[in-house]
């Protein structure tokens, strides 16, 4: 009995310590591969760059084998990074000798709960960088800034998906048996973390105007709303150890609308993209969370900041969206409309309109002849300049709108047509079937001087303050581009572009156009000079 017992024992040692073997034998790193890619292109796993070439012209790099994804980057001079991940997904020869040479429940557990990391290898096959680069598209001097408006996600519970598939699988190509779920609800979201994203690019691609000039021409400026229609996200996971469930991998495939904008807002060019981000690494991160509890204010504040940054869903999305934005700045009609303008005014047919017969003379008078302009989105101000119905205003007032009104000093409200505009200028000209008691005669030369006492007449906030006066001094006469504005410290609210600026005896200097905003910035409004509504909009008496 007692030599069987150590029979027994001895024999239970020598399986496991056999089967350990495997775990042993086999080796505790490995060797990725790379074909060379091309010159200036860069290959990086988990943030090292590989620069080993073996005998067969490779790139290799050694990896310890560990239950984490291995992230590889790709990085090329002017173009997009792309990702890609690998994991040690296949069973090495000595997992099968402890799986056939020892069938016991003891041995094959202990290997597969205690050093499932030897026992399992990265795909052996040299990795190939993508061929499919998208191109970074840099401004150029002779172009427009660029600025981002929107970036939003209106996103139907039919278009978002979700389908999880194993690494054995994802790397043979079996994608066509993922079962896609759909969630319980919509996503509708505005001003996003991504906005970040994209105004980071914006600025890497030297379309943001970081001088800080103030005077900008209108037309030199442009915008890119980007809202996202569909999302279909792919994880990767290895479920052939349960160790390895906590590490996955995200590819996200986005369907975006862009829009480019002008100054105005109206829109100029519209184009649908579907692309897929590249592949990133990532974990069960939701378990972070349970840390969070005994965080202060600002450590909870600086984990989410750094939960997102590491979030794999973000990254892919994130990327999937760069490349997107310069898919769109690479076509032909984006790169026309970005081209720098710098007068857009053109030689219109000369408009003679009739002289008013009743001069100004006073304040009163003054504000008889300005009107407030009601739109379908607000409203603005403006002047009559002949008795029978034609009215000044900014075009930024009117512009997208096909409802005008006009409300005079009166209260009457009448419709108002659009007759000429000038975008470069920020004019327009209305018409209106009405006669005006009241109208501002325009001047053919510079009728001020630096210092000199204005009142600004206009409709601020609210239409019930129409034809609201404020004082002020002519600051400064000031460039924009090569366009010559008024600069005052009159009080200028929202409501009073388009409205008059006038002397103190009803005569007409300026059209109110702008005021500076800002914390700590007070008394700095701009207006257009009056004698030049004849050059920008081709109009005589």
């Not at 569909?230 to 290895?238: A, E, F, G, P, Q």
């Amino acid at each position: 009995m007692k030599k069987f017992i150590i029979f027994i024992l001895l024999l239970s040692t020598s399986i496991i310590t056999l089967n350990s073997c495997a775990s042993f034998f086999a080796s505790g790193s490995q060797n990725l591969k790379f074909n060379k890619p091309n010159d200036g292109t860069k290959i990086y796993v988990n943030n090292q760059l590989v620069d080993k070439v073996n005998t067969e012209g490779q790139l290799t790099h050694k990896v310890k084998k560990s239950v984490e994804i291995q992230q590889i980057t790709v990085t090329e001079k002017d173009y997009v990074n792309e990702y890609l991940v690998t994991s040690h997904y296949l069973a090495s020869p000595w997992k099968y000798v402890s799986l056939i040479f020892f069938p016991t429940v003891v041995v094959p557990a202990y290997d597969f709960k205690v050093s499932p990391v030897r026992t399992f290898r990265y795909p052996t096959i040299p990795f190939s960088v993508p061929q499919e680069k998208v191109k970074k598209v840099i401004h150029k001097d002779s172009q427009k800034y660029l600025y981002l408006t929107q970036s939003s996600f209106d996103l139907p519970k039919k278009n978002i998906s979700e389908g999880t598939i194993n690494y054995r699988g994802y790397y043979r190509k079996k994608t066509n048996k993922i079962k896609y779920r759909n969630p319980d609800e919509d996503i509708k979201l505005d001003n996003t973390i991504f906005s970040d994203d994209m105004n980071n690019l914006l600025k890497e691609g030297r379309f943001v105007d970081t001088t800080g000039k103030i005077l900008k021409n209108p037309l030199n400026t442009m915008y890119v709303k980007v809202v996202v229609e569909s999302m279909k996200m792919t994880r990767i996971v290895n479920d052939l150890v349960p160790q390895f469930m906590e590490e996955y991998a995200y590819i996200v495939e986005l369907g975006t609308k862009w829009e480019i904008l002008d100054a105005y807002e109206q829109s100029k060019y519209t184009q649908n993209i579907t692309i897929k981000s590249g592949e990133f690494a990532g974990k069960n991160l939701l378990a972070e969370f349970e840390r969070v509890k005994n965080m202060s204010e600002e450590e909870k504040k600086k984990f989410e900041t750094d939960f997102l940054k590491r979030n794999p869903r973000i990254l892919a999305i994130s990327h999937a969206l760069e490349k997107s934005f310069h898919q769109l700045l690479a076509q032909p009609q984006v790169q026309s409309l970005l081209e720098y303008q710098k007068d857009d005014t053109q030689k219109s047919e000369n408009l003679k309109i009739t002289m008013p017969t009743k001069k100004i003379i006073s304040l009163d008078n003054a504000l008889e002849g300005n009107v407030t302009v009601i739109t379908e989105k607000g409203h603005g101000s403006g002047f009559a300049i002949s008795e029978d119905g034609y009215i000044i205003t900014n075009f930024h007032v009117i512009v997208n709108n096909k409802d005008l009104k006009i409300q005079t000093n009166k209260g009457e409200k009448l419709t108002a047509k659009l007759v000429k505009k000038n975008e470069f200028a920020d004019l327009a000209l209305l018409k209106v079937e009405h006669k005006f008691d009241y109208a501002f005669a325009i001047p053919n030369e510079i009728n001020f001087s630096t210092g000199q006492e204005i009142f600004a007449i206009g409709t601020p906030k609210n239409i019930e303050f129409g034809q609201t006066l404020t004082k002020g001094i002519i600051s400064s006469k000031r460039k924009r581009d090569d366009q010559d504005i008024i600069q005052t410290d009159a009080s200028v609210n929202q409501g009073n572009s388009g409205g008059a600026l006038i002397d103190n005896k009803g005569n007409l200097i300026g059209i109110v156009n702008a005021k500076l905003m800002g914390v700590g910035v007070e008394g700095i409004a701009f207006a257009i000079l009056a004698k030049d509504i004849i050059k920008y909009l081709n109009i005589t008496y």
